[in-house]
C-alpha cells in the first residue's frame, strides 16, 4: 500500500505545525514563526524554550515586585511626614501650655487681692484705728524693722513705772545719738523729772499707733495714760480715774555698728541711734489741758 515517509530531521524532531510541550503546558506554535522559519533551520529544544518562558515570567514578577517596593516605600514615607507632623504639634502645644501656666502664674502673683483693711474701736472713748496689714513683697525687711524700733523706743522714752525705770533708761541712753543722749539724761536730772514727782504713785503708759515715714524721718502716733496706783502712804490714789492724751512724735535716726558687749546687743540689736526726736501734741484727739507732765523733746505742756 502507501509508505510512509520519515522526516528528513531525524526522529526526535517534532513534525512542523504540531503542538509543543513547554514548561509543562501547551503551547501552540506561532503562525509568524511557522511562515519565516527556514526550512533548513535546527528546531528548538524544549530546553530552550523553557528558559526563555522562564525569563519572560521572572521579567514580569521583577516589573510587579518594583511596583509593589515602590508602593511600599511611599508608604513609608507618608508614614514618616505624619509621625514627623505629629511631634511638631505636640512640642507647638507643649510650648503653648508651658506659656499659658507661666502666663497664669504671673497674673496670680499681680492680680492677688490686698488683705482687708483691719479697724479697730476703743469701746471706752470710741475711737477708731486703721490696724496696717503687710502683704509679701510690699514692705522691705528693713522697714519693718524700723517700725519695731521706734514703737520699742517710743514706748521706753515716754513710758514710765518705778519698779523698770531703770531698764527703761539705760535702753533709751543706748538707742539715742550723742545729743539726744545728753538731752535725756538732763531731763531726769531736773528736779521735777519723772522719777521724783511721780515716783512710785502713778504709772505712765505709752501705747504706739500709726508710723508714718516722710522721706527719712518718721512720724510716730502715741498715746500716753497716766494711770493712778494705790501705795502704803496714799491707798485711795487707785480710786482716781486714768487720764490719756494723744502726742506725735517726729523722729530722725539712723543706724551705727553693732554694739560689742552682751548686754548692749541684747538692748539694741540693730545699732538703732535716734539723731532727733520732737514731739508735739495732737490736738485733733485731746483737750489742751495737760493730763501728764511734759517729757524731754516735747511742746504741748504747759
Do not use: C
Request: charged residues 25%; positive net charge.
Amino acid at each position: 500500500m502507501f509508505g510512509l515517509k520519515r522526516s528528513s530531521a531525524g526522529t526526535g524532531a517534532t513534525p512542523r505545525g504540531l503542538a509543543r510541550i513547554v514548561g509543562g503546558g501547551v503551547r501552540k506554535p506561532s503562525p509568524a514563526r511557522q511562515a519565516t522559519a527556514p526550512v533548513g533551520a535546527p528546531a528548538r529544544t524544549s530546553e530552550e524554550e523553557a528558559k526563555q518562558a522562564q525569563s519572560s515570567l521572572s521579567a514580569e514578577a521583577r516589573w510587579y515586585l518594583d511596583r509593589a517596593l515602590e508602593f511600599e516605600q511611599s508608604k513609608q514615607e507618608e508614614r514618616a511626614k505624619l509621625t514627623q507632623f505629629a511631634i511638631r504639634v505636640a512640642i507647638g502645644g507643649g510650648v503653648l501650655g508651658l506659656a499659658g501656666f507661666l502666663g497664669g502664674a504671673t497674673l496670680v502673683q499681680l492680680k492677688r487681692p490686698s488683705p482687708p483693711a483691719l479697724i479697730r474701736t476703743n469701746d471706752t472713748n470710741g475711737t477708731t484705728n486703721v490696724i496696717g496689714v503687710v502683704r509679701d513683697g510690699e514692705m522691705p525687711f528693713g522697714q519693718i524693722q524700723d517700725r519695731a524700733d521706734l514703737r520699742r523706743y517710743v514706748t521706753m522714752r515716754e513710758g514710765y513705772d518705778w519698779e523698770t525705770l531703770q531698764d527703761m533708761y539705760d535702753t533709751v541712753k543706748l538707742m539715742s545719738a550723742d545729743k539726744e543722749k545728753e538731752i535725756y539724761v538732763a531731763f531726769y536730772d531736773r528736779p521735777d523729772s519723772p522719777q521724783k514727782v511721780l515716783k512710785n504713785q502713778f504709772r505712765i503708759v505709752a501705747k504706739v499707733g500709726a508710723i508714718t515715714f516722710v522721706g527719712s524721718t518718721a512720724q510716730v502716733f502715741f498715746s500716753k495714760t497716766l494711770i493712778p496706783l494705790a501705795t502704803v502712804q496714799n491707798p485711795r490714789n487707785a480710786l482716781n480715774e486714768p487720764k490719756s492724751e494723744y502726742w506725735v512724735a517726729t523722729i530722725s535716726y539712723r543706724h551705727d555698728n553693732l554694739p560689742e558687749s552682751g548686754e548692749e546687743l541684747e538692748r539694741d540689736p540693730t545699732g538703732f541711734r535716734v539723731t532727733s526726736y520732737t514731739v508735739d501734741r495732737d490736738w485733733t484727739r485731746t483737750d489742751s489741758t495737760p493730763a501728764i507732765p511734759p517729757l524731754p523733746g516735747q511742746k504741748g505742756g504747759a
